[in-house]
């Protein structure tokens, strides 16, 4: 799906985010080279195995600290998928490959906090790991992240992994702990998307 405008972008993505009356701080960890003491791993390792890893960006739903991609294609939830190493494999017929069919909320299954409101527990989960929330649709990527995020250089590589001169369009929006979108960009330079993203 290629987006005709950014209001397209925000009507197509804005079921990947809600208000809530979550009054959590919005203090992030700055770390950019391992977990600090404010990062959950346990976070991560839950999603890992709930989810499983994928090297396909079309089928990821969120970019971890280290660069790995969350496998958002739905194998984890199909028949006709059996985990190996990490990764669920087509047992015969890969269906789902190249695309992405989970909502970014269902991460709210791999967090466990008192809070009740999945919003919550996506937050959690993204100050918990660090985690960048990404969509791939066709040439267009749209990334949403916390304000003051620093984002590591293994997850800044694999934002430039797709990137073509001139044709990616990258779509951001930081997006504060209660959903609502504080700032937004959208370029076709990558030296203006990491600009944007270091300065917010």
Same mark, same amino acid.
């Given at each position: #799906?290629?987006?005709?405008?950014? *209001?397209?972008?925000? *009507?197509? #993505?804005?079921?990947?985010? &809600?208000?809530?009356?979550?009054?959590?701080?919005?203090?992030?960890?700055?770390?950019?080279?391992?977990?600090?003491?404010? =990062?959950?791993? +346990?976070?991560?390792?839950?999603?890992?195995?709930?989810?499983?890893?994928?090297?396909?960006?079309?089928?990821?739903?969120?970019?971890? @600290?280290?660069?790995? =991609?969350?496998?958002?294609?739905?194998?984890?939830q199909?028949?006709? &998928?059996?985990?190996?190493?990490?990764?669920?494999? *087509?047992?015969?017929?890969?269906?789902?490959?190249?695309?992405? @069919?989970?909502?970014?909320?269902?991460? *709210?299954?791999?967090?466990?906090? =008192?809070?009740?409101?999945?919003?919550?527990?996506?937050t959690?989960?993204?100050?918990?790991t660090?985690?960048?929330?990404?969509?791939?649709?066709?040439?267009?990527?749209?990334?949403?992240?916390l304000?003051?995020?620093?984002l590591?250089?293994?997850? &800044?590589?694999?934002?430039?992994?797709?990137?073509?001169?001139?044709?990616?369009?990258?779509?951001?929006?930081?997006?504060? +702990?209660?959903?609502?979108?504080?700032?937004?960009?959208?370029?076709?330079?990558?030296?203006? =998307?990491?600009?944007?993203?270091?300065?917010?």
């Amino acid at each position: #799906m290629k987006f005709k405008s950014n *209001a397209q972008r925000k *009507a197509v #993505m804005s079921k990947y985010s &809600y208000n809530s009356t979550s009054k959590e701080s919005s203090k992030i960890p700055t770390s950019t080279s391992k977990y600090s003491k404010k =990062l959950k791993p +346990n976070y991560e390792k839950l999603a890992v195995n709930k989810f499983g890893i994928t090297n396909n960006l079309d089928e990821a739903g969120y970019i971890l @600290n280290d660069g790995r =991609l969350l496998d958002f294609s739905g194998r984890s939830q199909a028949t006709g &998928y059996t985990k190996i190493n990490g990764m669920f494999k *087509a047992n015969e017929k890969d269906y789902l490959k190249g695309s992405r @069919n989970i909502d970014h909320r269902e991460i *709210a299954k791999s967090v466990n906090t =008192l809070s009740s409101n999945d919003w919550d527990k996506v937050t959690s989960f993204e100050k918990g790991t660090n985690a960048l929330r990404y969509s791939k649709n066709s040439d267009n990527i749209s990334i949403s992240k916390l304000p003051n995020q620093k984002l590591t250089d293994n997850q &800044y590589r694999q934002l430039k992994n797709p990137y073509i001169k001139g044709q990616t369009e990258y779509y951001v929006d930081i997006i504060d +702990n209660k959903g609502n979108t504080i700032n937004s960009l959208s370029t076709k330079n990558f030296i203006t =998307l990491k600009d944007f993203l270091n300065k917010n």
